[in-house]
């Protein structure tokens, strides 16, 4: 089964916890066992898992990813701005799709593990695709 996720982002650079989205659209998608691809056809935003007990994990982790590439203007490849070209960066660091298990119709993720979408370059209105996998 595939299925796309819309997410509007807020701000420039932010995380958008995408857990319940995902775990709605594999219970939706009736497979039981099998995996999930998650993929974002952006080239400046990003998935990853990580915490979502604490919202200010959220802050940190983007403060951080800003420092390590930060915006600045001597990118050899400024196509449309340095914002953007700082995105391609990020983007690279942390990667564009996922693999996750589904066992008994559910995402397996650990007890503070979280689904989520990363903007380097927004607000915008997003996408997300999902590509369900049965085992049988």
Do not use: W
Not at 1 to 14: A, G, P
Not at 60 to 86: G, Q
């Amino acid at each position: 089964m595939y299925t796309e996720i819309e997410i509007n982002t807020k701000t420039s650079q932010c995380l958008v916890n995408i857990t319940k989205k995902v775990q709605d659209a594999v219970r939706n998608s009736k497979v039981k066992d099998g995996l999930c691809v998650v993929f974002s056809p952006h080239t400046t935003a990003g998935v990853t898992i990580n915490s979502g007990l604490d919202e200010m994990t959220f802050e940190d982790i983007v403060s951080e990813v800003r420092r390590l590439v930060p915006t600045r203007v001597d990118f050899h490849h400024i196509y449309d701005t340095p914002t953007d070209a700082a995105g391609h960066v990020k983007s690279v660091l942390i990667g564009n799709s996922l693999s996750l298990i589904i066992k008994d119709g559910e995402v397996v993720l650990g007890g503070s593990q979280s689904i989520l979408f990363f903007e380097f370059d927004g607000p915008r209105t997003r996408k997300v695709i999902l590509r369900m996998m049965s085992e049988k």
